[in-house]
C-alpha cells in the first residue's frame, strides 16, 4: 500500500543519525529528495494553522455536542472546509463527527475490557504478547501448521500472524512506531478485538493503515469505537474488506465512469491504454489514502471521510484525476501512469493544492445511484 522503506532501515537512519529530526506529525526526516524514491515523505506542510478564532468555534461546538450529544453538520462542514480541524481537538471532533456515543450504544453487547481481555487471553494460549516482535510472528507461523488446531482457531491465528506482520510496516519512519512502541501493542489489539468481533470479515490488509492513523490521535479504547464505526457502518468502509473486495470494486468502476463523465479525454485515454482503476485506486481506498506523501493531506481527507462518509472518498480521488490531468494525458503507456498514481508528487497533492478541489469536486448519492444504474445496464447488454 505504502512506499515506505523497512522499520529496520528506519531504525538505521535513526540510529546512525542519518535521520535525527522528527516533523510536526512525528515523522522522521530523511535525505531522500526524489519524489519516486522509496520511502519518500514530504514535510513541507501547505494546511493553514489554526487561529484562536477557529479554535474557540470548534471548541463551543463540542461542547454544546458533549451537552446534547447533537450537532450541526453544515457547521461542521462550514468550519472544516475554512479551517480545517485544530490539532488538539481532533480527538473530540472525531468522535463527534463519528458518532461514537450512538456507536457504544448500537454495540453495547461489545465491551471493550472483555474483548481486549479475550485478545489477550487467546495469544497467551500460544504464549505470544501483544508485541509484534519476530519471535511472536515465529511462534504464531509455527501453530498455523498445529494440525490439532479448529478451523476457527486456525483462522484466527491467521488473522493475528498478518496483523503483527503488517504491524510492523505500518508507518514505519513515524516516531510512535519506531521500535517496540505501546501504540504498536495497541495497533495489533485493536485490529484483533475487530476479528473477534467479525470473524467473517476477520482482517484485511489496508485495515492497519486505518487503525494506526487514529492511534496516533487517540487512545485505544477510543480509536477502537472509531475503527468499529468505520468498518461498520454503511455510511462509512462496510464492505471495503470483505473478501471479494465488492464494494471497492463498485467504487472502482463508478469512479471510472465518473472519469469518462467530467473528463471525457482522461477517461478515453486510460481505456486506450487498458488501465483499470482497479490497478491503483484500490490502495486509495482501503487505505484511506494514506499512502499520499503530505500527512497534512491525507488527514484532510480522511476527516472529510468521517463527516461525510465514504462518498468523499470518490470526491478525494475524482480530485486528484483533475489536477493530474495534464501530466497523465501527457503519459504514452500504462506503466507511467500506473505509477505516477501510486507515487503522487507533493506539489500536486499537497494540502494547499489538493484539498480546496476535493471541496468543489461533488459526488451526490444521485450521482452514484445513476452510475449503478449505467453499470447495471451495461453488465445486462454484455449478458
Not at 13 to 34: I, K, P, Q, S
Not at 360 to 383: F, G
Request: with cysteine; aromatic share 10%.
Amino acid at each position: 500500500y505504502h512506499r515506505l522503506v523497512s522499520s529496520e532501515t528506519v531504525y538505521y537512519l535513526w540510529f546512525h543519525g542519518m535521520a535525527t529530526a522528527f516533523d510536526e506529525y512525528g515523522f522522521l526526516v530523511r535525505n531522500v529528495n526524489e519524489e519516486d524514491e522509496e520511502g519518500y515523505r514530504c514535510h513541507e506542510y501547505s494546511v493553514p494553522t489554526s487561529s484562536n478564532t477557529a479554535i474557540e468555534s470548534w471548541t463551543t461546538l463540542c461542547r454544546d455536542w458533549e451537552h446534547n450529544k447533537n450537532y450541526s453538520h453544515s457547521k461542521v462542514t462550514h468550519l472544516m472546509k475554512k479551517h480545517g480541524i485544530p490539532k488538539p481537538l481532533k480527538p473530540s471532533v472525531w468522535q463527534m463527527i463519528l458518532n461514537i456515543d450512538s456507536v457504544q450504544k448500537v454495540y453495547a453487547h461489545v465491551q471493550y475490557e472483555s474483548f481486549a481481555e479475550r485478545v489477550q487471553r487467546r495469544l497467551s494460549d500460544y504464549s505470544i504478547s501483544l508485541q509484534p516482535s519476530q519471535s511472536n510472528i515465529q511462534k504464531l507461523m509455527a501453530a498455523i501448521g498445529d494440525n490439532e488446531q479448529t478451523k476457527d482457531s486456525l483462522e484466527w491465528v491467521k488473522a493475528a500472524k498478518q496483523i503483527m506482520l503488517d504491524a510492523v510496516r505500518t508507518f514505519p519512519d513515524h516516531s510512535m512506531f519506531i521500535g517496540d512502541t505501546t501504540i504498536k501493542e495497541n495497533l495489533v489489539l485493536i485490529l484483533l478485538m475487530y476479528v473477534e468481533y467479525n470473524p467473517v470479515v476477520g482482517y484485511c490488509q489496508g485495515m492497519c493503515y486505518v487503525a494506526g492513523l487514529l492511534l496516533m490521535d487517540l487512545c485505544a479504547k477510543d480509536a477502537f469505537w472509531c475503527l468499529l464505526s468505520l468498518l461498520e457502518g454503511e455510511k462509512y468502509l462496510l464492505g471495503f474488506y470483505s473478501q471479494s473486495l465488492v464494494r471497492v470494486k463498485l467504487y472502482a468502476d463508478i469512479f471510472l465512469l465518473m472519469v469518462k463523465q467530467r473528463n471525457f479525454e482522461l477517461g478515453n485515454h486510460l481505456e486506450h491504454l487498458h488501465i483499470h482503476p482497479l490497478m491503483f485506486v484500490t490502495q486509495w481506498l482501503m487505505g484511506l489514502f494514506t499512502g499520499i506523501c503530505c500527512w497534512d493531506t491525507v488527514l484532510a481527507i480522511a476527516e472529510l471521510m468521517f463527516l461525510e462518509g465514504a462518498h468523499a472518498l470518490l470526491r478525494a480521488a475524482l480530485a486528484i484525476m483533475e489536477v493530474c490531468s495534464s501530466e497523465l494525458l501527457a503519459m504514452p503507456t500504462a506503466d507511467k501512469i500506473i505509477f505516477f498514481l501510486q507515487h503522487l508528487p507533493s506539489r500536486l497533492v499537497c494540502h494547499k493544492n489538493l484539498i480546496p478541489v476535493i471541496w468543489n469536486t461533488t459526488v451526490h448519492q444521485s450521482d452514484i445511484d445513476e452510475c449503478q444504474r449505467l453499470l447495471e445496464e451495461q453488465k445486462t447488454a454484455e449478458n
